[in-house]
């Protein structure tokens, strides 16, 4: 499905609220949102495609229970933009019904359509994620300290 071009400051503005909103049904409106062969890379995943892409999105809805998004930064300079957010959820396995929060950076580069061509996610999975959880969480703890020593 093609979208109308968006400038830069609209493509920022729609996938701001996009991942604001993201539910689900959602998911539906990815190839809106993301070009054809669009990359997406974080600590867990290096995929290309719009149905890569949703298949990472509905892991996440599969194993987390009320994921969301809150975006607390934006900078947009030609047609990359740079996004600072908060990730909350709550784990299904583990520490169940603790909100967790994971702060992390989105690069996004837009296509002349206004679509993610790159989606690059930077966080500290040791720290946001690792060090939460049980009996590993207790090992980084440890190896961190070990090594500011």
């Not at 993201?22 to 539906?28: I, N, R, S, T, W």
Request: glycine share 6%; aromatic share 12%.
């Amino acid at each position: 499905m093609m979208s109308s071009a968006l400038s830069p400051p609209d493509a920022m503005a729609r996938t701001v609220a996009f991942f604001e909103h993201l539910q689900v049904p959602h998911l539906d409106a990815l190839d809106l949102i993301y070009a054809p062969d669009a990359r997406f890379k974080d600590p867990f995943n290096d995929v290309q495609g719009v149905r890569a892409i949703r298949g990472v999105f509905e892991h996440m809805f599969a194993t987390l229970e009320a994921p969301r998004f809150v975006v607390t930064g934006r900078v947009l300079q030609g047609s990359t933009c740079f996004l600072t957010w908060d990730f909350c959820f709550q784990m299904r396995r583990f520490k169940r019904g603790q909100q967790q929060v994971i702060r992390g950076a989105s690069q996004l580069v837009f296509d002349e359509a206004g679509r993610i061509a790159l989606h690059r996610d930077y966080w500290d999975a040791a720290e946001e994620l690792y060090e939460k959880l049980p009996l590993l969480g207790g090992l980084m703890r440890w190896l961190k300290e070990r090594s500011r020593s």
